[in-house]
């Protein structure tokens, strides 16, 4: 086989494996957690493993004790890592707890979190809240609509990306989590997860389709310039 071929065989290869799938972009999508629905007066909680090494990499817990008198928790929904471990939630430090942000569409999550946040370890990062004080209950969290947000590129909403890191140092890697949460427990809805070190954007992850597409025009490309060189 000449030169010509074999450099022309090696690029339909590689349009070929971009067609493949999103991990031809560092980027795949991954199994979500099933929802989790609240009951008032309880407790639940959902684990999630995210690099399907059965071992659970964060944790969703929703409490709904609906406290009516001056002070307490009315609902909170909280993620974070069952261990010291390294993962972490994009988030910030409120007054007393940690906060989820609520990334938009397209934020960046990587190695350096957006402006004012940072990668939340401890075991509770609320992502929402009603809290009374004084008898008056409040919103907290990213994912409370209106809220403060810091490190995100709007106001709280009750729908959004939480952005996570797996592991720490050279073998961290980033991803993020569709979330709406409201009273009624938490719905999730696509997860994705970058390769070692790589930053991700949330909720964009290429789309088959266009894979597909990019990989054929190249393959005709290639074998056009292999006809007329």
């Given amino acids: 086989m000449s030169t010509r071929t074999n450099k022309a065989m090696s690029g339909i290869a590689g349009a070929v494996a971009l067609a493949a799938g999103s991990q031809a972009y560092g980027i795949s999508l991954i199994t979500a957690p099933a929802n ?9 909680t959902r684990g999630w493993d995210v690099n399907g090494d059965a071992i659970n990499d964060f944790g969703f817990t929703f409490r709904f004790p609906n406290t009516t008198g001056a002070t307490g928790v009315v609902w909170q929904g909280a993620m974070a890592p069952p261990t010291a471990n390294g993962n972490g939630v994009v988030g910030y430090q ?7 942000t609520n990334l938009s569409f397209g934020q960046n999550v990587g190695p350096t979190p957006p402006a004012g946040a940072s990668f939340r ?8 809240s009603i809290y009374r004080s004084g008898g008056v209950p409040s919103g907290y ?17 009750s729908h959004g ?8 140092g050279a073998t961290a890697r ?7 949460i409201t009273s009624s427990g938490f719905t999730f809805g696509q997860a994705a997860l970058g390769d070692v070190g790589e930053a991700v954007q949330a909720g964009v992850v290429p789309e088959p389709t266009s894979l597909a597409a990019i990989a054929l025009g190249a ?11």
């Fill in 94 to 100: 409120g007054a007393f707890v940690p906060y989820a």
């Fill in 36 to 44: 989790l629905a609240s009951t008032v007066g309880t407790t639940t």
């Fill in 141 to 157: 969290g990213g994912f409370y609509p209106g809220n403060t947000n810091v490190g995100g590129t709007a106001p709280g909403a």
């Fill in 219 to 229: 393959s005709v490309f290639l074998r056009r310039r292999n006809r007329v060189a």
């Fill in 161 to 168: 990306y939480a952005g996570f890191r797996v592991g720490t």
């Fill in 121 to 128: 370890t401890t075991t509770q990062t609320v992502l929402a």
């Fill in 174 to 180: 980033y991803g993020w989590l569709e979330v709406t």
